[in-house]
């Protein structure tokens, strides 16, 4: 059984950091790449950022550039979403989902349970 | 970008009804790379069809898309109480990716 789970999340104060971690199971991790995708509170889904099977291809929305970092390790079967500079308008729960077709642009076929990003003071 | 415009905002419909959901983009879709979620209360979203009409594994056929370059549909044909969700579509044809505003199915 495919199984993606997100651990990390928490509150953080504005310009704060954290890292997300996204472990998965049930297949071929290194044959896959993760993307992260995140829903404001009462929010639509939004794109944050991907990564490709053997890490050597990173996808970024623009918002996130310079902020945030993805890394995978392929040993532990994890992704690992570090965000810096954190602001008010990141705080949303964040996904990880198994990508499919492109890299760059992919649909997602399995989502992990998601994990709560909070931003406040 | 392309931008996804989802209609209705919101559908009132009664079970065993039809739900007709929409779709539309700002500019063609490549390949009819288009996907459809359904996300209920407190769950991640779940994968229903994706290729704009092809069917995720496990997904009952009373759902179905169609639609090409910058019009989409989904159908669900008959709605069974554990319908009523949110429902995104989602473009991957060019990058970056997007995603609709999305759809709620509400209980009339």
């Known amino acids: 059984e495919v199984q993606l789970v997100e651990s990390g999340g928490g509150l953080v104060q504005p310009g704060g950091s954290l890292r997300l971690s996204c472990a998965a199971s049930?297949?071929?991790?290194?044959?896959?790449?993760i993307h992260w995708v995140r829903q404001a509170p009462g929010k639509g889904l939004e794109f944050v950022l991907g990564?490709?099977?053997?890490?050597?291809?990173?996808y970024y929305t623009d918002s996130v550039k310079g902020r945030f970092t993805i890394s995978r390790d392929n040993s532990k079967n994890t992704i690992y979403l570090q965000m810096g500079s954190l602001r008010l308008e990141d705080m949303a729960v964040y996904y990880c989902?198994?990508?499919?077709?492109?890299?760059?642009?992919?649909?997602?076929?399995?989502w992990g349970q998601g994990t709560l990003v909070t931003v406040s003071s | 970008e392309i931008v996804l415009t989802q209609s209705p905002g919101t559908l009132s419909l009664s079970p065993g009804e039809r739900a007709t959901l929409s779709c539309r983009a700002s500019?063609?879709?490549?390949?009819?790379?288009l996907a459809w979620y359904q996300q209920k209360p407190g769950q991640a979203p779940r994968l229903l069809i994706y290729?704009?009409?092809s069917r995720a594994t496990g997904i009952p056929d009373r759902f179905s898309g169609s639609g090409s370059g910058t019009d989409f549909t989904l159908t669900i044909s008959r709605l069974e109480p554990e319908d009523f969700a949110v429902f995104y579509c989602?473009?991957?044809?060019?990058?970056?990716?997007?995603f609709g505003g999305g759809t709620k199915v509400e209980i009339k």
């Open positions: 989902a198994r990508a499919r077709v492109a890299v760059s642009s992919p649909y997602f076929d399995y």
């Open positions: 049930g297949f071929t991790f290194s044959s896959y790449a």
């Open positions: 990564i490709s099977s053997k890490g050597d291809n990173i």
């Open positions: 500019q063609s879709v490549s390949s009819s790379y």
């Open positions: 290729g704009a009409s």
């Open positions: 989602q473009q991957y044809g060019s990058s970056p990716l997007t």
